[in-house]
Structure formats: structure tokens, C-alpha cells
């Protein structure tokens, strides 16, 4: 069997990569980085990828993209994911809420936030969990109310990734109280300008304030910015999910970890004077980590080939999600046993290993079994719909 990418698609990332070689910056670590440079060159990097025709390859030529296949598009996924995704918070747009948009968007909302998203201008944060309502989405509370020829939104919402940077929320909010509260709910484009709205970093062991609270005081939304019908937000909620979990390529980021740890076992030498790589524990580390890349690469390659064929389903999305958020805590945890006691430095410090790698990815690699939806939730989704087992 055949696992290659197409001639084509493996031409065009030699040349990505010989242009993010030329963009990036010396100091570029990360997105996950403290460091106030991070979200104004994100949007002069997408800003040049859309110059490029780059920024949102697999798109319709009508909303800003080339119609590339979805082969090229995982060349960009994998290669951002690799590089510490330079494209800041706009992968939200082009994997999810773009997408989202084309699908259940009118044509007047098409034509007024698919475009600048395509021309890498504009930053979106998505507006879900709130402090009772996490994995049980549907139990939230922020409420949009109807007022003066608008909607009027009071409530919270917790863990919203670079709202900080934002232009725009998407906001998944309660409009029918009176409804079962699946029912109940619409999906809003909020201007994070507008005013009623505060935004609290949340400081967090990872260093970096990537988390935020956003609290909402009779902030005035348009009722030209309700995505879908009203009162049917959670669909559309469900399939924004869907669309995050397949742009997500985590495995590739286990690439880059892994040849860093092969490049260190094979040049560090122990006590006694012999390579690290001679230790049958490290070895037997490597091989397992090797192995289960390999098996996250494909898991992920499946769910590109399905969409290619017009096959995909909401299953095999689920299981590479879980596998791959937790291959990233593996490798984090047997890249610090590797590396000893000094891995718990951080970059930046001349005695850190690896410049700190292992320890930033392993305390960022963290929530990614909460993000996109909780591996719980994820493995109910493979219980229920892949192996028709009971609720």
C-alpha cells in the first residue's frame, strides 16, 4: 500500500518550506510563547501566505481560495503544526470557522468575513466553554436576549484562546430559554470592539496568557450576525467541531520532537562516557514514540484520503484526535525522562537541553486532550457512532 503524497504536493513543500525558512524570524519559537512580537508577525506571516494563494489553498476560487486539492492542504497543516503554527490564531478561521461560514452562512456574511479571512486579515476567537459549561456544552448560560433591532448578550465564557488578539468571536450563545437546552441555542458573530465586553488573561503554569475569560455586559449584536437559524446553533456548533478536529495535524509537531531526541541520544554521551542511545530504556522509548507517529500520520492521512473520495464521517476524526493529543503528553513525558533533570529548564536558559523543547512542549501539550472537544467526549463519539454501542 501506497502512503506517499502526490509528486506535486511533495514539490510544493520544498518550496514552503524554503519560504518559511526565509520568513521566520530568529526569535521564533512558537505560538505558545511569551512574547509580544507573536500575534503581529502571525498576521504579516498569513498576510504573505495569502499573497501566495497559500493561506487557504483547499477553499472555492469564490471565497478566496484556488480549489487545491486537500493534499496540498495537509502539506501546509502539517508544516505550520511542525513549525509551531506561524499563522497565530488564524488557523481557527481557515480550518474551522471559515468553512463553518460557507456552509451555513448567508451570502451577504460569505461576502463580508470570508474574504478578509482569505487575505490573512483579520483573527478570530471561538466563544464556547464556559465555567459550568465544559464538556456539557449545551449547558451553558450566556444569554442573547432581543432588544432595540439587535440582540443584547449577557453572560461569560472561560478558556478562550487569544481573545486578546481577536477581531471577532465566535459565540455559540442561549436565545430560547424556554427551549430544551440543545435546542435552545444560536450561533453569533461577535466584533470583539464592541462595547460590554472585557477580556481577563488567565495566567496558567504554561507562562504564556493563551487563556482568557471574556465577560459580555448588554453587548449589542446585530441580528444580521445569527449563523444559521436561530435556536439551531448547537448543529452548527457540532459541525465548526468536526472541521477543527480534521485541521488539526498534531502529529507532525511528534516529528520534529522526535528527530530532536534522536539527534540528542545519539550526540550525548553519560557518565560513563557512553551515547545515551546505548541505553536500552532510551531506545525502547524511541521505538515506541516511532511507532505510534507513524500510526497518528496515517490515522490523520485516513481522514484526508475520505475527504478526498467524498467519504468522511465524524468517527475516524474522533479517534485520530484522542491518539494524537496523547502521543503529544507521550513524547513529552519520555522526552523529560531522556533529557534528565535539566529538561525542566526553559528556553532560553544556556543549561536547558534541547533549548528548553521538551519541557515547553510537555507543559503545553496539556490541555490538547481538553481542546477540540475532551478525549472523553471523543470516545463516546466512537462508542456510540463507530461501534454502535448504547449511550
Known amino acids: ?17 524554503a519560504f518559511m525558512d ?4 530568529e526569535w521564533w519559537k512558537g505560538l505558545f510563547h511569551d512574547d509580544d512580537r507573536i500575534y503581529p508577525f502571525t498576521r504579516e506571516f498569513c498576510m504573505k501566505l495569502a499573497e501566495r494563494d497559500w493561506l487557504t489553498m483547499s477553499w472555492p476560487v469564490e471565497h478566496g481560495g484556488v480549489d487545491a486539492d486537500v493534499w496540498s492542504q495537509m502539506v501546509v497543516r502539517e508544516e505550520m503544526w511542525a513549525a509551531g503554527e506561524p499563522r497565530g490564531p488564524q488557523y481557527m478561521s481557515l480550518n474551522y470557522i471559515g468553512p463553518m461560514l460557507m456552509e451555513f452562512g448567508t451570502a451577504d456574511q460569505q461576502e463580508r468575513f470570508l474574504k478578509p479571512m482569505a487575505a490573512g486579515e483579520v483573527m478570530w476567537c471561538q466563544g464556547f466553554s464556559e465555567p459550568e459549561a465544559g464538556s456539557d456544552l449545551a449547558a451553558l448560560s450566556t444569554k442573547a436576549t432581543d432588544a432595540d433591532g439587535c ?3 449577557n453572560g461569560q465564557k472561560i478558556w478562550t484562546s487569544y481573545a486578546t488578539a481577536a477581531d471577532w468571536c465566535l459565540l455559540l450563545c442561549r436565545t430560547d430559554p424556554g427551549e430544551r437546552k440543545h435546542h435552545g441555542l444560536s450561533m453569533l458573530l461577535v466584533d470583539m470592539n464592541t462595547p460590554g465586553i472585557t477580556v481577563r488573561p488567565i495566567d496558567s503554569m504554561g507562562g504564556p496568557k493563551e487563556f482568557n475569560e471574556v465577560f459580555f455586559d448588554d453587548v ?25 478536529r ?20 545519539t550526540t550525548t554521551k553519560d557518565e560513563n562516557g557512553q551515547p545515551l542511545a546505548l541505553r536500552p530504556s532510551v531506545r525502547s522509548g524511541l521505538v515506541r514514540l516511532q511507532a ?47 533529557v534528565g533533570a535539566r529538561g525542566q529548564l526553559t528556553t532560553g536558559d544556556g543549561l536547558a537541553p534541547l533549548d528548553g523543547l521538551m519541557n515547553d512542549h510537555w507543559v503545553h501539550s ?11 467526549i471523543q470516545r463516546n463519539i466512537i462508542a456510540q457512532r463507530g461501534l454502535g454501542l448504547p449511550r
Open 292 to 338: 505510534r507517529y507513524r500510526a497518528a500520520r496515517l490515522l490523520c492521512y485516513r481522514i484526508v484520503s475520505a475527504m478526498a473520495a467524498g467519504v468522511a464521517n465524524d468517527v475516524d476524526p474522533a479517534v485520530s484526535k484522542v491518539f494524537s493529543s496523547e502521543l503529544n503528553i507521550l513524547i513529552g513525558n519520555i522526552g523529560l525522562d531522556i
Open 22 to 25: 526565509a520568513e521566520l524570524p
Open 220 to 244: 449589542e449584536v446585530p441580528y444580521d450576525c445569527l449563523v444559521g437559524p436561530r435556536g439551531d446553533g448547537w448543529r452548527v456548533a457540532m459541525s465548526t467541531l468536526a472541521h477543527e
Open 246 to 265: 480534521v485541521g488539526a495535524a498534531l502529529h507532525a509537531r511528534v516529528k520534529v520532537l522526535l528527530d530532536a531526541l534522536i539527534e540528542y541520544v
Open 366 to 376: 496539556i490541555p490538547q486532550p481538553i481542546a477540540m472537544g475532551t478525549n472523553e
Open 151 to 153: 440582540f443584547l448578550v
Open 1 to 17: 500500500m501506497e502512503f506517499e503524497f502526490p509528486a506535486e504536493a511533495e514539490q510544493f513543500r520544498e518550496e514552503l518550506r
